[in-house]
């Protein structure tokens, strides 16, 4: 979903009351990003506290370009990845990860094998091939085994977009919850569910309730998961001694129009390295720590969480490699601000530096004129002369440079010529130098395809009859059109 | 300002603490409209109740255009109408208006000769023309007197952005407010202050505090200004017996760039019929009447402040005319959403209607192409196929119809051949057929322009010496280009 789908943060309808309610009573971060503005590699980023450069989780089939892991990506996570649920494993933590996964379908790249205890949900988005046999539906697992597939087992209607998917999955966190509490153990819940995502669903309780249409209805479902969730926290006595965030892994897909949900007043989305496609709705809720009410402009990223939780939870991060998150805690507990910067990859290329109030852009790009001539439209009904490029545009030498307080929008770019620019992109400069100077590339995980890698047969296919027969191993290089 | 310049409504700085308070303990409108996307008709029709096309706040001279009441307008709020504050006065109201009248500069035209008791500010707005001996600069009024002019004694300094205007009508709705606490008077107070209009100023404490820069600085000093109003209400001990409405005239000036302020997810802004320009930042607050964070969907205009103003007090509306402002008590009180429609006009010309969730567009125009290669960009990085359009495209047999709950932003068009625009249209046909059935158009006032009628010599200017020669009066048809 998109920073402007909530109605704290400006969604007209608002429609989501019981979000709204979370950041009234903890902290609101409208300067929070995700580390990409695509899935997989956003959340392989989360989970490891490092940049999808570090992590693998890019291409460089060609360049600046937007690659996840479809079904018949070949690529994961790659072992030597330190994630989240595997340092929290070793401090006492039990980890369950509800809903998406998109870190790599095949066996060694799933949760379990990376420090989650417990897993319910999906190694793949839930979009196609929709009961396509000729490929495989995406299973749904739980635990180490399948137990059925979106579209015959885990209905989604494609007509009338209804599926109780969400309820699912706020069942299982609910779950969760109360058998950690009778534990008393100390828990990480990673709580991944695919709505809003295309194709979009509610179920039937909520499907025709919003304003906004299907994607409205979703997005209440999901903001009433949230709800139940608070409430369950607090029902348990767990809440004094919880921290929740709430954050999406990408901007609204604008190229899916109405279904694409809202960036509020910001450029593109999902995709693009405009602040549409990477400033996420970002609540942060903790009775008793995080005062009610309260807004922080501090620079946030979604890796900053791999770095904040470890460190709450009475661990170290690793020091034996680059770790882009920080600690939030201070932002979040004593509204101290760190002076750090922002980086917008998109595939290899760092297309964007966000520094203070002021955005540089090294490269700009939408898609290729021929991507949207088809009609994918990253940004529509936006255009801004020079900046939303259907050519990728090379600025490094004399980099694009926008004040985000006075043009949330990039719009109004300051020119090369004024004193401001002067006096500001020396500094931008130096930080993307040390940055850039630093920088060890990852082995590229999203290169490779092959049809043989997909969810023919997972474990457990064969007690509910559901394997199929894999093709032979033909591997290609992945084309990624954006 | 827009709709997207409060914290509540999504400005990503979240600078405006006390209205954002003010909407946690009040009633938010998101779907709240001014009868006008230009200031003066827009406040015609808030004093009158009634659209401007009915009160003669707009023009013939060209077809669909925005005009309003430069210094050299020779019209001005026709004696016929009858506006707020005189039917307050006869129910035992004191009015005070604060600021901008706009109603008007002739001495028929002012603030005291139309029922309000006290004045002070301006009869125009404060741009223009600068300490130009050539023409007058703006008076001040004190009641019936001019008390200075802007830039002459009320300073506004143009380079720095430094004036203490905000300050001087904050300390003259404090001071109101306390005396007719004494006089236990009911009163009405219209705090019209000029900021955040162009040429945007701030008072030093506040210059420079923004992340927007000088534009979020003087809607810091604004917000400053309202929680010191309702804190005053409070102390007074006037709370209970006091509603307080907060909006704009106009959508945010995104011609200004970003001296315009914001318009949040909508489209285009101030002068246009499209969303941003007509869609305002709307806020009511009464402690005991209206439960704190409340939401209404309620399709509310600022015509309805005249009816529910009115009615709360007592009073009766007028039934000799057409009054469009409808009585907002149950929205406010019971949470009753009344079915009515929304006409966004410009001009002479009826260009939109919004019912329910609907917008259907009978023209659409934004400027014209001369105009916007001359660099007036009224939809800055904006472009809607068909929607923003350089010519005036007239609709009236085939309207655009758009869905503002799923496409806010109206930019994906309901086509002609679905089921949607076969079910929807006819409804909102009869609406129109209805509404230009008994329409009675008043009697244009801001055709006529003519250099003689302009503040040269305004009644006290002798007793401060700032009296000037008017010219000989030469009068002409203003020309208004958009």
């Known amino acids: ?230 409430q369950k926290v607090k029902e348990l006595g767990l809440a004094n001694d919880t921290l929740v965030i709430f954050s999406s892994d990408n901007g609204g897909a604008t190229y899916a129009k109405e279904m694409g949900g809202s960036n509020g007043p910001f450029l593109c989305g999902k995709e693009t390295t405009y602040e549409g496609g990477m400033r996420e709705p970002t609540i942060a809720y903790w009775p008793g720590r995080i005062p009610p009410g309260v807004v922080s402009h501090q620079l946030g990223s979604l890796m900053d969480l791999f770095t904040t939780f470890i460190t709450l939870a009475g661990g170290k991060v690793p020091t034996d490699r680059v770790i882009d998150g920080i600690d939030l805690s201070p932002s979040l507990f004593k509204q101290a601000v760190n002076d750090r910067p922002i980086f917008y990859y998109r595939g290899d290329e760092m297309m964007a530096v966000r520094w203070q109030m002021y955005k540089a852009h090294f490269w700009t790009w939408t898609n290729s004129q021929k991507e949207f001539e088809h009609g994918t439209d990253f940004c529509p009904g936006q255009v801004i002369d020079g900046v939303t490029t259907h050519e990728q545009m090379n600025h490094t030498t004399d980099p694009l440079l926008f004040h985000l307080g006075r043009d949330p929008g990039e719009k109004y770019m300051i020119r090369s010529n004024t004193e401001e620019y002067r006096q500001v992109m020396p500094k931008i400069m130096k930080i993307v130098a040390d940055h850039k100077e630093n920088l060890q590339p990852g082995e590229p995980q999203l290169n490779l395809c092959d049809e043989s890698v997909m969810n023919w047969a997972p474990p457990g296919c064969d007690k509910i009859n559901k394997c199929l027969q894999p093709p032979k191993s033909n591997p290609y290089n992945c084309t990624w059109v954006h």
């Open 1 to 230: 979903m998109g920073w402007g789908d909530l109605g704290v943060y400006g969604e007209p309808s608002k429609e989501t009351p019981n979000l709204d309610w979370m950041a009234s009573q903890g902290m609101l971060l409208p300067d929070f990003y995700s580390a990409n503005p695509l899935c997989s590699p956003s959340r392989a980023a989360l989970m490891s506290g490092r940049l999808p450069i570090r992590n693998g989780f890019y291409t460089t089939n060609d360049h600046a370009r937007n690659a996840y892991t479809p079904q018949k990506i070949v690529g994961g996570i790659p072992d030597s990845e330190i994630l989240l649920p595997e340092v929290l494993q070793n401090l006492g933590y039990r980890s369950k990860i509800i809903g998406k996964w998109h870190l790599g379908q095949q066996a060694q790249y799933l949760p379990l094998v990376h420090g989650f205890d417990e897993w319910f949900g999906a190694p793949n988005c839930h979009f196609g091939p929709y009961d396509d046999k000729s490929q495989p539906n995406i299973p749904v697992y739980n635990g180490t085994v399948m137990v059925g597939r979106y579209y015959e087992d885990f209905l989604i209607d494609k007509k009338t977009g209804e599926s109780n998917l969400t309820q699912i999955y706020i069942k299982e966190a609910l779950n969760f919850l109360e058998l950690q509490a009778n534990k008393q153990q100390p828990f990480f819940l990673y709580w991944a569910v695919d709505a809003t995502h295309e194709p979009v669903y509610a179920s039937k309780m909520f499907l025709g309730t919003s304003q906004r249409g299907l994607y409205g209805d979703a997005v209440r479902e999901l903001d009433s998961g949230v709800g139940q969730i608070l």
